[in-house]
């Protein structure tokens, strides 16, 4: 069965960094895109960031574009996300999601929390 | 930073029937691009409940239902059950260019 399981998410202070890893089995990894998305305490979900199933083609929300740095490892079925020069705002739960051919996000992560405060 | 407006909140008594709203533009739902609907029970990550405006992934009950036209999409919920209540989602995919995939502010559904 898929499965997405995340990790590195803590508590880190304002300007600091951080990088947060999803491991896949359960299916081929190398055949599908990939996004992260997150969920502030609270509040909804936001998309992140995307990258194609070869990593040769990523996108980023605003807010996170210039900071954030997506990538993946498809030999070892695992995809990352840098996150640099973090601000209160990023504070949210951060998960991984398999990408639909639809454009939708078919499976999800338990997600991890990241908690940018000082 | 979404794109897509939901009521904050819909209610029923079992086996009732509510529907929740999503409305977009002529971006993303307009521009003919699926819309997708997840479900997120409390503290747990959400679930994919319909995908491409209408169709149900393996174990999702028919009670749950999906429609779109023009710059809408809607989520139907009949026969509701006490172990519906959860926030849920619409997604699409938006063609500006300060989004990529939207989401939808998020309804609370609350089983009077």
């Known amino acids: 069965q898929v499965q997405l399981v995340e990790s590195g998410g803590g508590l880190v202070k304002p300007g600091g960094s951080l990088r947060l890893s999803c491991a896949a089995s359960g299916f081929t990894f190398s055949d599908y895109y990939m996004s992260w998305i997150r969920q502030a305490p609270g509040k909804g979900l936001e998309w992140v960031s995307y990258?194609?199933?070869?990593?040769?083609?990523?996108y980023y929300a605003d807010s996170v574009k210039g900071r954030f740095t997506i990538s993946r490892d498809n030999a070892k079925n695992s995809l990352y996300l840098q996150m640099n020069s973090l601000r209160a705002e990023d504070t949210a739960v951060y998960y991984c999601?398999?990408?639909?051919?639809?454009?939708?996000?078919?499976?999800w992560g338990q997600g991890t929390l990241v908690t940018v405060s000082s | 930073q979404s794109v897509l407006t939901q009521p904050p909140s819909v209610s029923g008594a079992p086996g009732q029937r509510v529907t929740i709203s999503c409305t977009g533009s002529?971006?993303?739902?307009?521009?003919?691009?699926?819309v997708h609907w997840y479900q997120q029970l409390p503290g747990t990550a959400p679930k994919l409940l319909i995908y491409?405006?209408?169709n149900r992934p393996s174990g999702v009950p028919d009670r749950f239902s999906g429609s779109k036209s023009g710059t809408s999409a809607s989520l139907a919920i009949t026969g509701l059950q006490a172990e519906d209540e959860a926030d849920y989602y619409c997604?699409?995919?938006?063609?500006?260019?300060?989004?990529?995939?939207?989401f939808g502010t998020g309804t609370k559904v609350t089983v009077l």
């Open positions: 990258i194609s199933s070869s990593g040769s083609t990523i």
């Open positions: 002529s971006s993303n739902i307009g521009a003919g691009y699926d």
């Open positions: 491409g405006n209408s």
């Open positions: 999601a398999r990408v639909m051919d639809t454009n939708g996000f078919d499976y």
């Open positions: 997604q699409s995919y938006d063609s500006s260019l300060s989004a990529f995939y939207v």
